[in-house]
């Protein structure tokens, strides 16, 4: 099992970035993923969710309209679209896969465990 995420850079306030995750070792179609990040001297957080059996998104609400997940079953990979970047988003973003099916926001933000997690990518948001 495997989960490498990338994409993350140094953009601008209002500007955009897409993270990947790319998963291997299991099929991404049976598993919920999400994103979670860590800013500099905070725990980590969770971001947004995806459920498996009927795709289900989540987000905290300091992302809502902001941030999209998705993922594509087919290059077996998940995505999190970042636009309207604010310099409070500045973290290290990490990937993670559950085996839950979950069903509510409270599933996404602890209350369900994540069993694997990617290597973090950075982003930073700074004029």
């Known amino acids: 099992v495997q989960l490498q995420a990338f994409g993350g850079g140094l953009v601008q306030p209002g500007g955009s970035l897409r993270l990947s995750c790319a998963a291997s070792?299991?099929?991404?179609?049976?598993?919920?993923v999400g994103w979670f990040r860590q800013a500099p001297g905070k725990e980590r957080e969770a971001v947004s969710c995806?459920?498996?059996?009927?795709?289900?998104?989540f987000y905290r609400d300091s992302v809502k309209g902001r941030f999209t997940i998705s993922r594509d079953i087919d290059k077996s990979t998940f995505y999190l679209q970042m636009d309207n970047l604010k310099p409070e988003d500045t973290a290290v973003y990490y990937c993670a896969r559950s085996g839950y099916y979950l069903t509510s926001s409270g599933d996404c933000f602890g209350g369900r465990p994540f069993e694997s997690w990617g290597q973090g990518t950075l982003v930073t948001v700074s004029s």
């Open positions: 995806l459920s498996y059996r009927d795709r289900r998104t």
């Open positions: 070792g299991f099929r991404l179609g049976v598993y919920s």
